[in-house]
């Protein structure tokens, strides 16, 4: 099968499209013919080898973790009325940059009549990801609240569910030619990140959904009243918030960190972006598409800080 390389870490040429043996499912698994990729700012950590948690491999691998596709072939155990359903998965960390994947057979989640596939995968994580931060920091209507890296995967569908909760959202992000892609969705203010003063044009906040992190995430924690509320969710700037927990409670302000969730949680959340995407209530921004051999290119493009909304590789041949 055709697959792209992770052959050592560094810079988006080390990812070289080749040949790999085609995957065979054992006993609990499902073998799915990937149609489309994710491919996340974090795995241009990865490759570049600035991983934000530490990795247990080594190249050469086949990098990648969300994929969406259709069941080809099932392993022992395995119901086999699953083959020829629509699905989208993780693959836990590895494998994705291909044209199959192996995955246990309780890591799909079957696509929702009327979603389209690459809809589905641009929500299979950063749905996920929005729906849970939403639930830590509970919007309330009338809060003004804060989406940072609002242009990108996560941002863009955090602005839609704010906004449905009733706030009054303010959109960051790092540069003015991505204030349309907030303001399309519905924000009702962005601000650019980058420009001196911005947190003061953003306002007094009640919540600080944070992508971004570093500086930026603690201009925005400046902003936040008493009774506010910050939830970390990515670090587009390389690091995360650095904000001790006795200042906040100084401030009377809640700070929650990456949120821990149970498997039966993260199930949950990754089901209801799905069904809301699928309802017509969630929009996942596909901003930029690459060919699977184009990976390399996709991760030159995430790190010029030139991509919108979701980057897929579309695996299937024209």
Do not use: C
């Amino acid at each position: 099968m055709r697959a792209v390389w992770l052959t050592e870490f560094g810079g988006p040429e080390v990812l070289v499209p080749g040949e790999a043996q085609d995957p065979v499912p054992g006993a609990g698994q499902v073998l799915i013919d990937v149609e489309f990729v994710n491919v996340p700012f974090v795995e241009a950590m990865v490759r570049a080898g600035n991983s934000p948690v530490p990795v247990r491999w080594e190249p050469p691998v086949i990098l990648g973790n969300g994929v969406g596709g259709v069941v080809a072939e099932v392993g022992a155990g395995v119901d086999n009325a699953l083959v020829g359903r629509r699905v989208v998965s993780g693959t836990g960390g590895l494998g994705a940059y291909a044209e199959k994947v192996v995955v246990d057979a309780s890591a799909p989640f079957e696509v929702p009549d009327g979603l389209a596939l690459d809809d589905a995968v641009g929500v299979l994580t950063d749905g996920r990801t929005a729906v849970m931060m939403l639930s830590e920091v509970d919007p309330r209507p009338g809060d003004r609240v804060l989406v940072e890296a609002a242009a990108g995967g996560v941002g863009t569908l955090l602005v839609q569910l704010a906004k449905a909760r009733g706030a009054t959202v303010v959109a960051a992000v790092g540069g003015a030619h991505k204030f349309e892609v907030p303001l399309r969705l519905g924000a009702d203010d962005a601000v650019d990140y980058r420009e001196p003063g911005w947190a003061e044009k953003a306002g007094p906040l009640d919540v600080v959904l944070d992508g971004v992190g570093g500086d930026v995430a603690r201009d925005a924690f400046g902003r936040l009243r008493e009774g506010g509320r910050m939830v970390s969710f990515g670090l587009a700037s390389g690091s995360w918030a650095s904000i001790a927990d006795e200042e906040a409670a100084s401030r009377g302000v809640a700070l929650v960190r990456w949120p821990q969730a149970t498997g039966r949680q993260l199930r949950d959340y990754t089901n209801t972006a799905l069904r809301e995407a699928a309802e017509g209530r969630l929009h996942p921004v596909i901003g930029q598409r690459f060919p699977l051999e184009g990976a390399a290119d996709a991760h030159a493009a995430i790190e010029s800080r030139a991509t919108l909304g979701r980057t897929l590789l579309e695996v299937r041949r024209a």
